[in-house]
């Protein structure tokens, strides 16, 4: 008798398309880390520059663990001023090497500062920041005080840290270190 036809291999099921990676969430504007950051005004920071004055501030829960990375967004098309204010007052504080890091990456310290309660001593750095996301270096080791204020667009004037009207006072005297709780 003849020879029935060999039967074909069964037919594999359709492999079904590739699963597209996940959309990661879109970066807010202004500033974003590993953790929520709250913004909006602070009852706790005071004696901000008039030209601070129309900045969105952002306070994040402190201390910030060691080797966060902070992501800066600009969605303003003209770009955005930055600023970051440290509590510097060693050996009660640490800030993870970003004063350095800012140097390094250009950005600008400035003569005046907000205060925030209880934090005796602040230093700040300004950048501006083109249209689109950023990241600062991540701290080297736990931060205990910053604050961040963005603007979206530019604050009219490059010399945002107003200068005092008349003679130039005396430079101030050390000032003793208070440690916030």
Known sequence: PPTPPPTPPPTPPPTPPPTPPPTPPPTPEGVSGPFPIPSGPSPDVTNIPPS??????????????????????CVSAGGCDF???????PPCT????LPSKLLTDKWVPS????????????????????????????T??????????????????????????????????????????
């Open 111 to 138: 003569s005046c500062s907000p205060k925030v309660q209880g934090w005796s001593r602040m230093s700040t750095f300004h950048k501006r920041i083109p249209f689109g996301i950023q990241d600062l270096p991540a």
């Open 52 to 73: 601070l004055d129309e900045t969105t501030i952002y306070l994040p829960p402190l201390p910030v663990p060691s080797g966060t990375v902070f992501t800066l967004n």
């Open 140 to 181: 080297d080791g736990p931060t205990s005080h910053i604050v961040f204020f963005v603007k979206q667009g530019l604050i009219a004037d490059d010399d945002w840290c107003p200068k005092p009207a008349g003679p130039v006072p005396p430079a101030p005297q050390p000032e003793t270190c208070t440690c916030p709780p």
């Open 83 to 89: 600023f970051i204010s440290l509590f510097k007052c």
């Open 94 to 97: 640490s800030h993870g090497d």
